[in-house]
């Protein structure tokens, strides 16, 4: 069973930053695509950015410029560097990885974790 353990969450003003970490724990052959989304109360998930593992990303127009994914294959980790915060950017932050166990391909998610911005 693959597990991805989050942390980095918490209550920060608009204007201020936040770093969020991710590292993938179990019996992992490897991983392709990681990234993270997120879910605002009452609104459907959506993704923030993704990263390839030959560094390759992809950011929504809404964080370009303002978050930053880093991501080191050797320890299976990412992270999110998020700055210049908005109170549109409270949400659940979700990690997220495709990845190959035992040969198999699969999605696999973190439990998520809270980000909350006041105005």
């Known amino acids: 069973q693959v597990q991805l353990v989050e942390s980095g969450g918490g209550l920060v003003q608009a204007g201020g930053s936040l770093r969020l970490s991710c590292a993938a724990s179990g019996r992992l052959f490897s991983i392709n695509d990681m990234g993270w989304y997120r879910q605002a109360p009452g609104k459907q998930r959506e993704l923030v950015v993704v990263?390839?593992?030959?560094?390759?990303?992809n950011y929504a127009d809404s964080v370009k410029g303002r978050f930053t994914i880093s991501r080191d294959n050797a320890k299976n980790s990412v992270a999110l560097q998020m700055n210049s915060l908005k109170p549109e950017d409270t949400a659940v932050y979700y990690c997220?990885?495709?990845?190959?166990?035992?040969?198999?391909?699969?999605?696999?998610w973190g439990q998520g974790t809270q980000v909350t911005v006041s105005s």
């Open positions: 990263i390839t593992r030959g560094g390759i990303t």
């Open positions: 997220n990885a495709q990845a190959l166990v035992w040969g198999a391909p699969g999605t696999y």
